[in-house]
């Protein structure tokens, strides 16, 4: 989002306080963000809230005095990158879909050429409504980006649909819309998290995997383009509208979605952690608490990339979490299961452990090693992706 220009409409509905936050956020993330507000919308929000965050005027009056000597309409609309209404009332995506044009907002979105995102929010009754649902089908024929709503309570005490989707997966949307489409076309299955294995009906055997790398490579793929499955325990809110995620409990659980999912996908990278080992069997009933010592007998669980098959021309990547030897083994693992690249790190490192918003790691295959210097883990996500097109070049 860094340099991109955006303009952000805010229209009349009680979420319009989320734009708020919204606007925040991508100021934090380096855009340049223009609000245009609805008569509406100032009954729910102080302009000066916006014009605070933005460090920019806000617009209101379709023929306002603007600052400089422009036609701020058009001027607004061929400057942005991405134009933005958060929320959407009916109103406005009936305006949007009929041409209509008698205030500043929705006269700046019909001279705009950027792309235009909406974020519907309203009444559950008002959204299902035929002649909205058609308006918002309109727009998406005319190639409007007409994002999801969310599902639950409404501040009017209706439970259903018409609520504004999380700030974070707007957030994420805006990001994928303006991301290059270099995945455009392609397809992959991306793992991510721990597996478990129960020892009873309540008690189970873990990792300390977070997944937060596999949920950065499956966000960074989205943005890029590409349909990715998204095999894990549990999935982020903000990125399940834009990944078709697959949920799993055991190793087997996660061995089985692998192999149904490449069979369509172009690929494999494999950043979850499943188990090894797992309970040689699970009790019925709880175990009670005795006071003699209870042994505790594994056994080992199917390896996922050994066993897995593969297409022709996939590209497979594997990652090696590592406490000694980090090099050593991540070449041993990728000539063992045949993989295109191995993605080392050190698990010892506290700073670069499982949890932390960093990581520090090392592209190795079979010729070479690539050393990445420390960098967030959507950097590291987007690093890997970049070896995996590379990768699918020479297959």
Not at 4 to 28: E, M, P
Not at 157 to 172: H, P, R, S, T
Not at 282 to 300: A, G, H, P, S, Y
């Amino acid at each position: 989002m860094k340099g991109k220009n955006i303009v952000l409409g805010v229209t009349g509905g009680i979420a319009a306080y989320k734009a708020a936050d919204l606007c925040s956020r991508l100021i934090k993330a380096g855009a340049h963000v223009d609000v245009v507000m609805t008569k509406h919308a100032t009954a729910f929000i102080q302009p000066l809230t916006f014009q605070t965050l933005s460090g920019n005027p806000v617009i209101i009056e379709q023929f306002e005095t603007p600052i400089k000597w422009e036609l701020a309409h058009i001027s607004l609309s061929q400057k942005a990158d991405l134009f933005v209404i958060v929320p959407a009332t009916a109103n406005m995506i009936g305006k949007m879909a009929n041409g209509i044009a008698d205030d500043f907002l929705s006269t700046a979105l019909l001279a705009t050429t950027a792309p235009v995102m909406v974020a519907p929010a309203m009444n559950t009754k008002m959204f299902e409504h035929l002649a909205v649902q058609e308006n918002m089908e309109t727009l998406r024929r005319r190639g409007v980006f007409v994002l999801e709503t969310a599902e639950g309570r409404l501040a009017c005490g209706d439970i259903g649909k018409g609520k504004l989707l999380d700030v974070e997966a707007i957030l994420f949307a805006m990001k994928k819309s303006l991301a290059k489409a270099d995945f455009s076309g392609l397809s992959l299955t991306i793992t991510a998290g721990p597996t478990a294995a129960a020892l009873d009906p309540v008690r189970l055997i873990t990792n300390r995997s977070t997944g937060k790398m596999g949920f950065e490579l499956a966000k960074q793929a989205s943005q890029r383009g590409a349909k990715v499955d998204l095999i894990a325990r549990t999935c982020p809110k903000s990125i399940q509208p834009f990944v078709n995620w697959m949920p799993i409990e055991t190793t087997s659980d996660m061995a089985e979605a692998v192999a149904n999912s490449l069979q369509q996908t172009d690929g494999l990278i494999m950043a979850a952690a499943p188990l090894d080992y797992q309970p040689i069997r699970v009790e019925k009933e709880k175990i009670k608490k005795t006071n003699d010592d209870w042994q505790l007998t594994l056994v080992r669980t199917v390896d996922i990339l050994r066993t897995t098959p593969r297409k022709e021309g996939q590209v497979v990547i594997g990652f090696a979490a590592e406490s000694q030897n980090l090099i050593e083994n991540a070449k041993k693992k990728c000539k063992e299961k045949a993989l295109d690249l191995v993605v080392a790190n050190d698990i010892s490192r506290a700073d670069i452990g499982f949890g932390s918003e960093e990581n520090q790691v090392v592209l190795v295959d079979l010729n070479r090693e690539e050393a990445l210097p420390k960098m967030t883990k959507s950097s590291v996500a987007d690093c890997i992706l970049d070896r995996f097109l590379r990768i699918r070049e020479t297959k």
